[in-house]
């Protein structure tokens, strides 16, 4: 569990945002005052910072530079541009990641994962379960009815992105990120292999084939027998 702090003007996404990380079990504070965002994450000292680059009379810029003044938390910056002179100067403030708006909860929440678990702010990570299948994620093991099967290091992260955003598709990019921190100079082939060893181990153990369903044009999704 990590506690993580909203800077972000629109009532609508913050509830939205808070929602989601609270649905993952984070503990999840927002900033009303935005002139004073940048003190009140310093003194609440969160795991993670999520910022909005546009606030009303304030500059989620002018926030950044501010937390980094005296902190290193991990902050994703939020923006509604798309231009790269935007996404440059954030990073160079010392943003770690930089996402546009409108942005798809799954990959929104997968940076944040990627991001905690790189600052050590998340515990060792325990279970999890859908539909009767098991993920240990310390074991890197898988169990179904009574049985188990190991499965390598990426093939648990594979799994566990998948489960923990179970009934949403997450692209192929998005899951070399999350496992290669860069989807440069990784071939799609490398995924898919390691898609088809996962398969197999799953099929080992009685799981059904449509458990993990391929999303041809998208990627990939662990599909919940009642559709959530």
Known sequence: MATIFIVEDDPTLRTELAALLESKGHVAIAALQWSEA???ALALVPDLVVLDLTLPGASGLDICREIRESSSVPVV??????????EV???????????TKPYRPAALMARIDSLLRR????????TLNVDGVGLDQIRNEVSYD????DVTRN???ILALLMANAGQAISRQEIMVELWQSDVFIEDNTLAVN???LRRKLASLGIPDSFLETRRGIGYVVSPKDGQ
Do not use: H, K, Y
């Not at 009574?146 to 099967?149: V, Y």
């Open 146 to 149: 009574g049985r188990t099967a």
């Open 89 to 99: 100067l954030g990073m160079n403030l010392g943003a770690d990641d930089f996402v």
């Open 77 to 86: 910056m939020l923006t509604s541009s798309d231009a790269e002179s935007d």
């Open 195 to 197: 898609i088809t060893r």
């Open 155 to 157: 093939e648990a992260r």
């Open 38 to 40: 940048g003190a009140e």
């Open 119 to 126: 600052a050590g702010a998340v515990g060792a990570p325990g």
